[in-house]
């Protein structure tokens, strides 16, 4: 342990002017632990059930110090609307969730997930797309989250943490990141790229997910599953750029053209959108938020299974 960094339940230690970090896309543990005592710097561990990556009590019983929390579950960052779940809030509640966290424009955010599975790492990359979609620039995703942390032996709080001062936080809609479902069929009729980024057998049909009211994928996708390039080391989960854009480049993308990525409920496909565009250097890359499960809501769109020619949605659920 580092007993000069540990902050038992206090917040980081602000020194030096104001100051924007740039950070990549996705750090390291090494380079967080630099960071301490960088103005505006903001540790937002989003930590929640899934791949039982925890929730508050987990937190307040063990967290990267000076961090704070936001179940990425429970808090709202994402909202279901009509049939269709895990869609984003409108601006104007992001920009309140963010501004109660006491996170303003100024800051660099570090998003932290529990580092217990390839779907929880997809909290992070959703929250980064997120920070992305409203504006905010700088945010980076922390390799490995807290079990990376915790493995590598950097300094835990614990307990109670202080409170902090809410802030002001104002989004400016990045519409070019957010694929409406129109814009999803316009690209598939284009001979555009659609990504899938679900693990294989809910792109053959195989598996459906209980969000879509049918099997398959839309028509002409190519499947890059978001869990491809994670790998576990010592218990964490740690997201590899080399085997990432093996698998890229194995796929044949083009890293210039348009291309959509989307899965059942715009989670998986917010961690294949992030490896496309900010580790993979596709340049014009987007996410479809509503997915399949908004995909399959009308009886005309098609699917495609594996095991037989384009269909309706009707065809299928009927």
Not at 33 to 55: C, H, K, P, T, Y
Not at 73 to 83: L, S, V, Y
Not at 176 to 200: F, S, W, Y
Request: charged share 20%.
């Amino acid at each position: 342990m580092r007993p000069q960094l540990m902050l038992a339940a206090g917040a980081l230690a602000i020194a030096g002017p104001v100051h924007a970090l740039h950070p990549s896309p996705l750090v390291e543990a090494e380079w967080l632990n630099e960071q301490f005592g960088s103005d505006g710097l903001v540790v937002l561990d989003v930590r929640s059930a899934i791949d039982d990556g925890g929730n508050r009590a987990t937190f307040e019983g063990a967290r990267i110090p000076g961090s704070r929390y936001s179940s990425y579950t429970d808090a709202g960052w994402r909202e279901n609307r009509g049939e269709v779940a895990g869609l984003m809030p409108n601006v104007a509640n992001l920009e309140a969730l963010i501004g109660d966290l006491g996170i303003d424009n100024d800051d660099t955010v570090v998003v932290v997930a529990g580092g217990t599975g390839p779907t929880d790492f997809g909290s992070a990359a959703r929250i980064y797309w997120t920070f992305k979609v409203l504006g905010h620039d700088e945010v980076t995703i922390l390799n490995g989250g807290f079990a990376g942390w915790e493995a590598q032996g950097f300094d835990i709080a614990s307990g109670t943490p202080d409170a902090h001062e809410a802030a002001d936080f104002e989004g400016s809609l990045q519409a070019h990141l957010l694929a409406t479902t129109d814009e999803v069929e316009a690209a598939r009729q284009a001979g555009e790229t659609l990504v899938d980024a679900r693990p294989p057998g809910f792109f053959t049909g195989e598996t459906q997910s209980p969000a879509t009211r049918a099997p398959g994928t839309i028509p002409d996708s190519l499947n890059l599953p978001h869990d491809d390039a994670l790998v576990v080391r010592d218990g964490a989960y740690y997201l590899e750029p080399e085997r990432l854009n093996a698998n890229i480049d194995a796929l044949g993308l083009d890293r210039q053209a348009p291309t959509v990525a989307f899965c059942n409920t715009g989670h998986w496909a917010a961690s294949g959108w992030f490896q496309l565009s900010e580790l993979g250097g596709l340049e014009n890359a987007t996410m479809y938020d509503g997915s399949m499960a908004e995909w399959t809501q009308d009886d005309a769109r098609p699917m495609q299974l594996a095991d037989r020619d384009i269909v309706s949605v009707g065809e299928l659920v009927d």
